[in-house]
């Protein structure tokens, strides 16, 4: 019908206004359905991880904890240098770095970053990092485990330039400066934060205790813009719960399942982790400061029995705290065997000398530390007290257990061991050595002179004689039975089919959002 002419029937006047009707209504819903396409396609960009246990706490200098370094190590937070499985060390916040000399590294900076509160990034902030990682106001786990028995001096030559002296000098520190999570420098010097602010692709935006934490894209960010686009991490303890949470669609990514959850071939990865389990004595309460209470404490122990039982095929026996891909590993090292006669005979003897064979030890554990930690911990009791010593489990949350685990120490309870999992993700003893075993080391419960001095040689030496140093250091660890080595573990990650990520050896230190893509 032309403009102006009238319709030749009146009915298809009502015609003709039903079809604009409907033109309209379909333009409305596709304009709706768009919409909901965009909010989906925002959603589907968007994962869940769901964690063990919740973060004791979320200060970036503490990322060496395992699940805070999931949330915060290369998401909100990172370092001037970055290990990268299979690759080597790569550039992150520095760009590029030298050796000047006399314990000297110069380190240039990336330019044009900003943090996540929108202040550019400087050298002076790399200084302050470093300053309150070694401060003793506050305990930073970074500085603790990996900078201990080092004095650590600043010169900051431009904003983008920095020197970083140590005494004793390292030659790795380049490498070391992997694991300092830089912050600003306006950062309280004394308490740790609540809400972390860092230079990563995400911004930690929320954090609702006992629920959950959410992380946003940084739009500012200096690199590229990462396929993920938020994040939300929930925690659960028990690891059926976190598979099926996955397997449902309720979660995307549970970075650690048990064996016996690990059953979805579709969705389940296995690997050979960095993680070393073992037992933790304290070494100079009696009866455990004889030598040959804790050698019986080694030799009570079937670690052949957990392997494809409760611990997964392919786990190795531990010789040292460290895994075999570590510098220096001590392949001379042979794992204690299972002698529960002997056991028994070292005990008879130390009891014939006097020492309290009787006195009970308390054996404390932790919670969702590793997959069948108890039934783990549980068969150790029976072993020991199998051969005549007492032993009372006490399994406890990471906060509660890190009083036993890290100094100072509880003076009210009598002799007690501690269960532990262990991470050396980055090749050399000096990420482990001198804060377990050093005098001064956080987690210490030993002061031996003549073991000092052989850390801090193996530290300060280069090349094959480093390697053979931290060999030694090793084997004089294993030879006064300071632990009770178990397991060089392997990992269980269940993960979405909807992702393209394929859980490495990192992944028991950190979960970088920024290498997730979607299938």
């Known amino acids: 019908m032309r403009q102006g002419q009238a319709a030749e029937h009146p009915e298809d006047l009502g015609k003709g206004r039903i079809q604009v009707t409907q033109r309209y209504q379909l333009i409305a819903a596709a304009l709706l359905a768009s919409t909901a396409a965009v909010a989906a396609q925002a959603q589907d960009s968007e994962v869940t991880i769901v964690l063990s246990e919740e973060l004791e706490n979320v200060d970036p200098c503490n990322a060496a904890q395992s699940n805070i370094g999931r949330v915060l190590l290369g998401n909100v937070s990172e370092t001037l240098?970055?290990?990268?499985?299979?690759?080597?060390?790569?550039?992150?916040?520095?760009?590029?770095?030298?050796?000047?000399?006399?314990?000297?590294?110069?380190?240039?900076?990336?330019?044009?970053?900003?943090?996540?509160?929108?202040?550019?990034?400087?050298?002076?902030?790399?200084?302050?990092?470093?300053?309150?990682?070694?401060?003793?106001?506050?305990?930073?786990?970074?500085?603790?485990?990996?900078?201990?028995?080092?004095?650590?001096?600043?010169?900051?030559?431009?904003?983008?330039?920095?020197?970083?002296?140590?005494?004793?000098?390292?030659?790795?520190?380049?490498?070391?400066?992997?694991?300092?999570?830089?912050?600003?420098?306006?950062?309280?010097?004394?308490?740790?934060?609540?809400?972390?602010?860092?230079?990563?692709?995400?911004?930690?935006?929320?954090?609702?205790r006992g629920q959950n934490i959410k992380l946003t894209l940084n739009e500012n960010y200096w690199g590229d813009t990462p396929a993920v686009t938020g994040a939300t991490y929930v925690f659960r303890p028990d690891s059926a719960v976190r598979a099926a949470m996955v397997e449902q669609g309720e979660a995307d990514i549970a970075p650690n399942i048990a064996l016996q959850d690990a059953v979805n071939p579709e969705m389940d990865f296995s690997y050979p982790n960095s993680e070393t389990v073992y037992i933790r004595l304290s070494a100079e309460r009696a009866p455990l400061d004889d030598i040959r209470v804790r050698q019986a404490m080694n030799y009570a122990v079937d670690r052949e029995a957990f392997i494809g039982t409760i611990l997964a095929d392919g786990t190795l026996l531990a010789t040292s705290i460290v895994p075999p891909s570590t510098l220096g590993y001590n392949k001379d090292l042979e794992p204690y065997p299972y002698d529960p006669d002997k056991a028994r005979a070292l005990i008879e003897e130390a009891k014939a000398d006097g020492v309290d064979v009787g006195a009970e030890i308390t054996f404390i554990g932790r919670n969702n530390n590793w997959g069948n930690v108890v039934e783990t911990l549980e068969a150790l009791t029976a072993m020991w007290e199998d051969v005549g010593l007492n032993v009372d489990l006490n399994m406890m949350e990471v906060g509660e257990w890190n009083q036993y685990y890290t100094a100072p120490y509880p003076e009210e309870v009598g002799p007690f061991i501690v269960a532990a999992m262990h991470d050396n993700a980055n090749g050399d003893p000096v990420f482990s050595m001198f804060f377990k075993y050093a005098s001064e080391g956080l987690q210490s419960i030993i002061k031996v002179p003549e073991l000092d001095d052989m850390i801090a040689a193996a530290t300060a030496a280069t090349g094959a004689e480093r390697e053979g140093l931290w060999s030694d250091v090793m084997g004089y660890v294993y030879d006064k039975a300071y632990d009770v080595l178990l397991f060089d573990m392997v990992g269980f990650s269940r993960v979405s089919p909807r992702l393209d990520f394929t859980p490495t050896i990192r992944t028991n230190s950190e979960l970088q959002l920024s290498q997730i893509s979607f299938k």
């Open 81 to 208: 240098t970055e290990l990268v499985p299979g690759v080597g060390l790569e550039p992150r916040l520095a760009e590029s770095w030298e050796d000047m000399g006399d314990g000297t590294w110069r380190f240039k900076l990336r330019e044009g970053v900003s943090f996540t509160d929108g202040t550019p990034f400087d050298a002076a902030d790399v200084a302050f990092s470093i300053e309150r990682n070694k401060s003793k106001d506050i305990v930073c786990q970074t500085g603790a485990k990996f900078y201990g028995g080092m004095e650590f001096t600043t010169t900051v030559v431009d904003d983008t330039t920095i020197d970083i002296t140590v005494d004793p000098a390292q030659p790795i520190l380049p490498l070391l400066m992997s694991t300092l999570t830089v912050m600003p420098s306006e950062t309280d010097l004394t308490t740790h934060v609540d809400m972390p602010v860092g230079t990563g692709p995400y911004i930690f935006s929320e954090y609702n």
